[in-house]
């Protein structure tokens, strides 16, 4: 079993639609990180959670540590936010990343 | 914006061939990472690197591969004798720290290397 989960696993949607993309854990975190990749393949980090909620823009992020759980919104999406988003998680005592498999979210005008 | 570089951005290898995969990491960072991932696969972690010793790796991070700070700025990955499933992107990443406190990683944008 994955220690990250992420759902849906593919997303389509039309222009300005409100996205919401989950992602739930099964180990104990110290910190939670979505990031984001595009098709070249680089990775850019859009957050990073270990309580709360935070938001950038379009982007809001929250996390519910107790049920073990985080969603990434898009509010008012847009075609360039077409990516990857990836949830991962850091678990106490290590310092590497845990990735989940990603959410393919497509974004037509 | 303080940028993870990483040389080359694609290498392709034959098999049986020693590669060497360079990153250069944020300068005030200090612990240094390999991730690597296979085509339609998601990112797995290779080795953690902190104090000029390696502090975590995988199991997929047999003796076939290393790393190395050599000059305080450069962070590299050997991969000895490369086989076909090496085929993968690798990115380089780095944080200011864990622990205590969080901090965010940098990712480099990755080299695609293609073993044949």
């Known amino acids: 079993k994955n220690e990250v989960e992420q759902s849906p696993q593919n997303l389509t949607a039309q222009e300005g639609e409100f996205i919401t993309i989950n992602c739930s854990y099964s180990?104990?975190?110290?910190?939670l990180h979505w990031l984001q990749q595009h098709p070249g393949g680089g990775i850019v980090s859009l957050f990073m959670l270990s309580s709360g909620k935070k938001k950038h823009g379009r982007l809001i992020a929250t996390i519910n540590i107790q049920e073990k759980h985080s969603s990434l919104h898009i509010t008012a999406s847009h075609p360039r936010d077409s990516a990857v988003y990836i949830c991962?998680?850091?678990?106490?005592?290590?310092?590497?990343?845990?990735f989940g498999t990603g959410t393919r979210l497509q974004v037509f005008p | 914006e303080p940028e993870v570089t990483q040389t080359p951005s694609h290498q392709v290898t034959q098999m049986g061939q020693e590669v060497i995969l360079r990153c250069v990491p944020i300068?005030?960072?200090?612990?240094f990472y390999w991730y690597r991932q296979i085509l339609g696969q998601k990112v797995e972690f290779l080795v953690s690197?902190?104090?000029?010793?390696?502090?975590?790796k995988s199991e997929i991070f047999d003796d076939q591969f290393s790393v190395e700070r050599p000059d305080g700025s450069n962070f590299t990955l050997k991969i000895r004798s490369t086989k076909l499933e090496d085929s993968a992107m690798y990115f380089c990443?780095?944080?200011?720290?864990?622990?205590?406190?969080?901090?965010?990683?940098?990712f480099g944008s990755g080299t695609r290397l293609t073993v044949v």
């Open positions: 180990v104990g975190i110290s910190a």
């Open positions: 991962a998680v850091r678990s106490y005592n290590t310092d590497k990343l845990i």
């Open positions: 990443a780095s944080t200011k720290g864990v622990g205590a406190k969080d901090y965010g990683y940098t």
């Open positions: 300068s005030n960072h200090l612990y």
């Open positions: 690197f902190y104090n000029n010793e390696i502090s975590e």
